[in-house]
Protein backbone atom coordinates (compact mmCIF):
# COMPACT_ATOMS: atom_id res chain seq x y z
CA UNK A 1 0.00 0.00 0.00
CA UNK A 2 1.06 3.42 0.23
CA UNK A 3 1.75 5.89 3.10
CA UNK A 4 2.36 9.37 3.72
CA UNK A 5 3.58 10.25 7.55
CA UNK A 6 3.53 13.97 8.77
CA UNK A 7 2.40 15.43 12.32
CA UNK A 8 -0.68 15.97 13.00
CA UNK A 9 -0.66 19.26 14.53
CA UNK A 10 2.45 22.16 14.72
CA UNK A 11 1.73 25.26 17.16
CA UNK A 12 3.82 28.47 16.75
CA UNK A 13 3.93 32.32 16.73
CA UNK A 14 3.89 34.92 14.46
CA UNK A 15 6.64 35.73 12.63
CA UNK A 16 8.37 31.88 13.59
CA UNK A 17 9.23 29.80 10.76
CA UNK A 18 7.49 26.25 10.80
CA UNK A 19 8.78 23.14 8.72
CA UNK A 20 5.91 20.17 8.29
CA UNK A 21 8.00 16.97 7.19
CA UNK A 22 6.47 14.54 4.92
CA UNK A 23 7.97 10.75 4.57
CA UNK A 24 6.46 8.88 2.04
CA UNK A 25 6.42 5.15 0.63
CA UNK A 26 4.48 4.69 -2.63
CA UNK A 27 5.12 2.37 -5.23
CA UNK A 28 5.76 4.95 -7.22
CA UNK A 29 6.99 8.67 -7.41
CA UNK A 30 6.51 11.42 -10.03
CA UNK A 31 6.57 14.72 -7.72
CA UNK A 32 5.51 15.62 -4.17
CA UNK A 33 2.82 18.62 -3.93
CA UNK A 34 1.66 20.29 -1.23
CA UNK A 35 -1.59 21.63 -0.54
CA UNK A 36 -3.57 24.09 1.73
CA UNK A 37 -6.79 23.93 3.52
CA UNK A 38 -8.31 26.49 5.63
CA UNK A 39 -11.28 25.22 7.59
CA UNK A 40 -14.76 25.23 5.77
CA UNK A 41 -12.56 25.92 2.78
CA UNK A 42 -11.39 23.93 -0.56
CA UNK A 43 -7.72 22.73 -0.58
CA UNK A 44 -5.44 24.84 -2.80
CA UNK A 45 -2.85 24.24 -4.40
CA UNK A 46 0.99 25.09 -2.60
CA UNK A 47 3.77 23.25 -4.45
CA UNK A 48 5.39 20.83 -6.53
CA UNK A 49 8.64 19.16 -6.33
CA UNK A 50 9.42 16.49 -9.03
CA UNK A 51 13.51 16.55 -8.31
CA UNK A 52 15.77 16.89 -5.14
CA UNK A 53 16.61 20.25 -3.66
CA UNK A 54 14.63 23.73 -2.78
CA UNK A 55 11.17 25.42 -4.50
CA UNK A 56 10.66 28.63 -3.30
CA UNK A 57 7.55 30.69 -3.94
CA UNK A 58 7.50 33.38 -1.79
CA UNK A 59 7.43 33.10 2.20
CA UNK A 60 6.94 29.23 1.60
CA UNK A 61 9.39 26.60 0.37
CA UNK A 62 9.44 23.40 -0.59
CA UNK A 63 12.13 21.01 -0.43
CA UNK A 64 12.63 17.30 -1.97
CA UNK A 65 15.13 14.26 -1.29
CA UNK A 66 13.91 11.44 -3.76
CA UNK A 67 16.90 9.34 -2.17
CA UNK A 68 15.65 9.78 1.76
CA UNK A 69 11.56 9.52 0.55
CA UNK A 70 11.39 12.65 2.32
CA UNK A 71 10.29 16.29 1.81
CA UNK A 72 8.97 19.27 3.83
CA UNK A 73 7.42 22.53 3.63
CA UNK A 74 8.79 25.52 5.12
CA UNK A 75 6.59 28.60 5.90
CA UNK A 76 8.56 31.41 6.60
CA UNK A 77 7.56 34.81 8.69
CA UNK A 78 4.78 33.19 10.19
CA UNK A 79 1.05 34.97 9.24
CA UNK A 80 -1.96 34.69 11.45
CA UNK A 81 -3.57 33.46 8.23
CA UNK A 82 -1.07 30.43 7.54
CA UNK A 83 -3.47 29.08 10.11
CA UNK A 84 -4.48 25.99 7.90
CA UNK A 85 -4.44 22.68 7.24
CA UNK A 86 -1.61 21.48 5.27
CA UNK A 87 -1.40 18.11 2.89
CA UNK A 88 1.49 16.34 1.06
CA UNK A 89 0.33 14.37 -1.92
CA UNK A 90 2.26 11.86 -4.01
CA UNK A 91 1.92 11.65 -7.62
CA UNK A 92 2.51 8.05 -8.49
CA UNK A 93 1.97 7.57 -11.75
CA UNK A 94 2.73 8.78 -14.98
CA UNK A 95 -0.86 7.18 -16.60
CA UNK A 96 -3.91 8.22 -17.12
CA UNK A 97 -5.76 10.42 -14.32
CA UNK A 98 -2.63 11.17 -12.68
CA UNK A 99 -4.12 10.89 -9.45
CA UNK A 100 -2.45 12.03 -6.31
CA UNK A 101 -2.79 10.18 -2.63
CA UNK A 102 -2.31 12.41 0.33
CA UNK A 103 -0.68 12.19 3.67
CA UNK A 104 -2.87 12.66 6.47
CA UNK A 105 -2.23 16.36 7.01
CA UNK A 106 -0.38 18.45 9.42
CA UNK A 107 -2.81 21.08 11.11
CA UNK A 108 -0.96 24.62 11.97
CA UNK A 109 -1.76 26.52 14.58
CA UNK A 110 -0.34 30.05 14.40
CA UNK A 111 -1.02 32.22 17.43
CA UNK A 112 -0.28 36.16 18.49
CA UNK B 1 -10.16 31.09 -12.17
CA UNK B 2 -10.83 27.36 -12.09
CA UNK B 3 -14.30 26.77 -11.03
CA UNK B 4 -15.04 23.12 -9.45
CA UNK B 5 -18.83 23.50 -7.97
CA UNK B 6 -20.11 21.24 -5.95
CA UNK B 7 -24.03 21.24 -5.84
CA UNK B 8 -24.86 21.06 -1.95
CA UNK B 9 -22.81 22.41 0.47
CA UNK B 10 -24.61 19.87 3.52
CA UNK B 11 -26.74 17.39 3.16
CA UNK B 12 -28.56 15.30 5.50
CA UNK B 13 -30.19 12.24 4.40
CA UNK B 14 -31.22 8.73 5.83
CA UNK B 15 -30.01 5.16 5.86
CA UNK B 16 -30.90 3.07 2.64
CA UNK B 17 -31.48 6.47 0.74
CA UNK B 18 -29.70 6.85 -2.57
CA UNK B 19 -27.79 9.94 -2.27
CA UNK B 20 -26.38 11.58 -5.54
CA UNK B 21 -23.77 14.43 -5.17
CA UNK B 22 -23.02 16.40 -8.42
CA UNK B 23 -19.68 18.22 -9.13
CA UNK B 24 -19.56 20.43 -12.11
CA UNK B 25 -16.24 22.18 -13.51
CA UNK B 26 -15.42 24.79 -15.81
CA UNK B 27 -12.13 24.43 -17.16
CA UNK B 28 -12.52 21.57 -19.81
CA UNK B 29 -10.43 19.08 -17.54
CA UNK B 30 -9.68 15.94 -18.18
CA UNK B 31 -9.60 14.33 -14.96
CA UNK B 32 -12.37 14.60 -12.81
CA UNK B 33 -12.02 12.77 -8.69
CA UNK B 34 -14.27 12.05 -5.68
CA UNK B 35 -12.50 12.39 -2.43
CA UNK B 36 -13.70 11.85 0.89
CA UNK B 37 -12.21 13.35 3.97
CA UNK B 38 -12.21 12.49 7.22
CA UNK B 39 -10.39 13.84 10.20
CA UNK B 40 -6.51 12.41 11.39
CA UNK B 41 -7.05 10.46 7.52
CA UNK B 42 -6.45 13.01 5.18
CA UNK B 43 -8.00 12.85 1.27
CA UNK B 44 -8.97 8.86 0.24
CA UNK B 45 -9.95 8.78 -3.29
CA UNK B 46 -12.87 7.18 -4.20
CA UNK B 47 -13.32 6.91 -8.07
CA UNK B 48 -11.38 8.99 -10.65
CA UNK B 49 -12.42 9.52 -14.05
CA UNK B 50 -10.00 10.64 -16.39
CA UNK B 51 -12.03 10.72 -19.88
CA UNK B 52 -16.41 10.77 -20.30
CA UNK B 53 -17.75 7.56 -19.34
CA UNK B 54 -14.15 6.60 -18.18
CA UNK B 55 -14.17 5.41 -14.80
CA UNK B 56 -11.35 3.98 -12.47
CA UNK B 57 -11.43 2.77 -9.01
CA UNK B 58 -9.53 4.58 -5.95
CA UNK B 59 -8.90 3.34 -2.64
CA UNK B 60 -11.76 3.04 -0.95
CA UNK B 61 -14.43 2.52 -3.75
CA UNK B 62 -16.77 -0.03 -2.10
CA UNK B 63 -20.42 1.33 -1.48
CA UNK B 64 -19.66 4.24 -4.20
CA UNK B 65 -20.40 4.62 -7.70
CA UNK B 66 -19.78 7.32 -9.97
CA UNK B 67 -21.09 8.52 -13.66
CA UNK B 68 -19.59 10.77 -16.12
CA UNK B 69 -21.63 11.82 -19.03
CA UNK B 70 -20.29 14.46 -19.83
CA UNK B 71 -16.72 16.17 -19.46
CA UNK B 72 -17.97 18.75 -17.14
CA UNK B 73 -19.83 16.87 -14.65
CA UNK B 74 -19.23 13.84 -12.50
CA UNK B 75 -21.31 12.41 -10.10
CA UNK B 76 -20.79 10.38 -6.96
CA UNK B 77 -23.49 8.06 -6.23
CA UNK B 78 -24.29 6.10 -2.43
CA UNK B 79 -26.87 3.19 -3.80
CA UNK B 80 -27.80 2.63 -0.19
CA UNK B 81 -26.35 5.35 2.20
CA UNK B 82 -24.85 4.39 5.44
CA UNK B 83 -24.22 5.67 8.97
CA UNK B 84 -20.39 5.21 8.35
CA UNK B 85 -20.54 7.36 5.21
CA UNK B 86 -21.02 10.32 7.18
CA UNK B 87 -18.19 12.59 5.51
CA UNK B 88 -17.05 15.38 3.89
CA UNK B 89 -17.19 14.89 0.36
CA UNK B 90 -14.62 16.92 -2.34
CA UNK B 91 -14.81 16.86 -6.22
CA UNK B 92 -11.15 18.23 -7.84
CA UNK B 93 -10.76 18.20 -11.23
CA UNK B 94 -7.45 18.87 -13.02
CA UNK B 95 -5.49 18.85 -16.86
CA UNK B 96 -3.82 15.85 -17.97
CA UNK B 97 -0.19 16.60 -18.20
CA UNK B 98 1.59 13.77 -19.39
CA UNK B 99 4.68 12.77 -17.81
CA UNK B 100 6.05 13.82 -14.60
CA UNK B 101 4.41 17.11 -15.11
CA UNK B 102 3.41 18.48 -11.97
CA UNK B 103 -0.43 17.85 -11.56
CA UNK B 104 -2.53 20.78 -10.11
CA UNK B 105 -5.91 19.47 -8.61
CA UNK B 106 -8.39 22.18 -8.23
CA UNK B 107 -11.00 21.23 -5.59
CA UNK B 108 -14.89 22.40 -4.98
CA UNK B 109 -15.69 23.39 -1.39
CA UNK B 110 -17.40 20.59 -0.35
CA UNK B 111 -20.73 18.63 0.21
CA UNK B 112 -20.97 17.32 4.18
CA UNK B 113 -22.78 14.49 4.45
CA UNK B 114 -24.57 13.38 7.19
CA UNK B 115 -26.13 10.25 7.12
CA UNK B 116 -28.85 9.47 9.87
Known amino acids: GQSLEQPSEVTAVEGAIVQINCTYQ??????LSWYQQHDGGAPTFLSY????GLEETGRFSSFLSRSDSYGYLLLQELQMKDSASYFC?????????????FGGGTRVLVKP | DVKVTQSSRYLVKRTGEKVFLECVQD?????MFWYRQDPGLGLRLIYF???????EKGDIPEGYSVSREKKERFSLILESASTNQTSMYLC???????????????FGAGTRLSVL
Open chain 2, 92 to 106: ASSSHPGGEGRNIQY
Open chain 1, 26 to 31: TSGFYG
Open chain 1, 49 to 52: NALD
Open chain 1, 89 to 101: AVKISKAAGNKLT
Open chain 2, 27 to 31: MDHEN
Open chain 2, 49 to 55: SYDVKMK
